[in-house]
């Protein structure tokens, strides 16, 4: 344990950004894994879901929780999945 009062703030510091990371991280994997589902199945609010994965890619990237590239990249992905699906 630390026992400087700066080195105990930063454990503090890093435990609340990791909690923030996380809550992003899982919300992200989630709402891109149901968007896949969707567009496979063909169903209604696919394009709902689709949209809402890329609104929350970018609210992680603009955090610095994921990479902004990284983002773009799963963003890339899912509407080339949703192109194919619509030919």
């Known amino acids: 344990m630390a026992n400087i009062k700066s080195a105990k703030k930063r454990i ?3 435990k609340r ?8 991280k899982n919300k992200v994997k989630k ?4 968007a896949k589902q969707a567009i ?3 169903t209604e609010n ?8 890329i609104k929350w890619l970018d609210k992680a990237a603009l955090k610095n929780v994921i990479k902004k590239n990284t983002a773009s990249r799963r ?3 899912i509407m080339k999945a949703v192109n194919k699906k619509k030919k």
């Not at 709402?31 to 149901?34: A, P, V």
């Not at 696919?46 to 994965?53: D, P, W």
């Open 17 to 24: 950004n990791r909690q923030r990371n996380l809550f992003y």
């Open 12 to 14: 503090m510091v890093t």
């Open 75 to 77: 963003k890339s992905r």
């Open 46 to 53: 696919a394009s709902e879901l689709v949209r809402l994965a």
């Open 31 to 34: 709402l891109i894994k149901e």
């Open 40 to 42: 496979e199945q063909g």
